[in-house]
């Protein structure tokens, strides 16, 4: 990376959580922010295992914590990250702190954003609708000397809470390890159409068991592998289409599997309710996956038309049509395939993210310089 003459001391406040591998997942961004030169990166990360606290202690942590942050995610574990924070900038001179999962870890940095020297950022994951649902005052971002979203559309509604402080800046995905198969690996969708499915949030599967349903009636040869959680398998949706020979089911994979599924898949079909950032769609892409899904929320952001295709959720023949010509068009489905890794390789390397997120860390201490 190039060797910014800038020095930004920054603390990361981070997340690592156990349904996403050692290559998938925003938290993959810290390693490449340390790598840029003149960066100097404290870590805080969020210990989500309360077997270290007593009962009683947790007990009153946790009733602590429901005080500070309505948040449904924030917690006793959410809350002692941000102490640690708190002490760091007491001991350090440090110019930023960032809440890599702003939705997770912001509470008592909020109530003390005016006492504090530090620049706060975050980013926010969840989209406008979970916001309205779920956070009782969206309004606690205006605390924030700027955010960083992954998707326009969480722009456009955060603008009202803190204008001209919001960033787009897209999520990445690791390039390097999410690729297509070699000339002679794992590829066999020319002998077999596999479509592949992967994930449970905001996924629609009344549409998903639907579509599959249409396509099987027409071509009883095409596979659908539907990557699920253990714990999200037991839906009756999934049920429903159990019973299809064509349905190979997956949970609990390593990283390796994983990236082997999409390597080996023909295109991914994901119905959404509504997403940002999406893991399956930056991976596949990756991967040098056609794609076809919904029109919603972030999806443009992160795909175009030269190798998704995009649909109503109402659009159920559209779907269905789309999985089955796609199925018998070997030249399209390369033609695709190229171009899905083309823009991954261009727009979703962490390198980059990590560099325009860099130059927003060093916009901050200008202002903050300029400001003091």
Same mark, same amino acid.
């Given at each position: 990376m190039e060797d910014y003459k800038h020095s930004t001391d920054v603390i990361l406040l981070r997340e690592k959580f156990p349904w996403m591998g050692e290559h998938s997942g925003y938290d993959i961004l810290c390693q490449y922010i340390k790598n840029i030169g003149q960066v100097n990166v404290r870590d805080v990360l969020v210990a989500r295992n309360n077997n270290f606290l007593k009962r009683r202690t947790h007990f009153i942590l946790s009733w602590c914590s429901s005080r500070i942050n309505k948040l449904p995610y924030y917690d006793?574990?959410?809350? &002692? =990250?941000?102490v640690d924070v708190l002490f760091t900038l &007491?001991?350090?001179?440090?110019?930023?702190v960032h809440i890599m999962y702003l939705e997770m870890d912001y509470g008592i940095l909020a109530h003390l954003k005016k006492r504090l020297s530090a620049q706060i950022i975050g980013t926010s994951h969840q989209p406008p609708g979970w916001w309205r649902m779920a956070h009782r005052n969206p309004n606690v971002v205006s605390s924030l000397s700027a955010l960083i979203v992954v998707s326009t559309a969480q722009k456009r509604f955060f603008e009202g809470y803190l204008p001209g402080r919001v960033y787009f800046i897209r999520h990445g995905v690791d390039i390097n390890f999410f690729e297509p198969a070699a000339p002679d690996g794992n590829d066999v969708s020319a002998n077999e159409p596999h479509c592949i499915f992967c994930g449970h949030w905001l996924r629609d599967i009344q549409k998903l068991a639907i579509v599959i349903d249409k396509v099987l009636e027409k071509n009883r040869c095409i596979i659908f @592998?539907?990557?699920?959680?253990? @714990?999200?398998?037991?839906?009756?949706?999934?049920?429903?289409? =159990?019973?299809? $020979?064509?349905i190979r089911w997956h949970s609990d994979i390593? @990283?390796?599997?994983? +990236?082997?599924? %999409?390597q080996q898949a023909t295109l991914l079909f994901l119905p959404l309710i509504d997403c940002t950032a999406n893991n399956a769609l930056l991976e596949a892409s990756a991967c040098g996956l056609p794609i076809i899904t919904t029109s919603v929320g972030g999806v443009s952001d992160y795909t175009d038309i030269s190798f998704a295709e995009y649909y109503s959720l109402e659009d159920i023949d559209g779907m269905r049509d789309a999985i089955l010509n796609l199925a018998d068009d070997t030249t399209e489905q390369?033609?695709?395939?190229? =171009? =899905? +890794?083309? %823009?991954?390789?261009?727009? &979703? @390397?962490?390198? +980059?993210?990590?560099?325009?997120?860099? $130059? &927003? %860390?060093k916009a901050l201490q200008e202002k903050n310089k300029c400001e003091v």
């Open positions: 006793c574990n959410s809350m &002692l =990250a941000e &007491l001991l350090h001179s440090v110019h930023l @592998d539907l990557i699920v959680p253990q @714990d999200r398998i037991n839906d009756t949706h999934f049920y429903r289409i =159990a019973h299809y $020979e064509q390593s @990283d390796a599997t994983l +990236r082997d599924l %999409y390369q033609k695709r395939k190229r =171009a =899905a +890794r083309n %823009y991954a390789l261009e727009n &979703l @390397d962490w390198r +980059r993210i990590a560099l325009e997120t860099f $130059e &927003l %860390y």
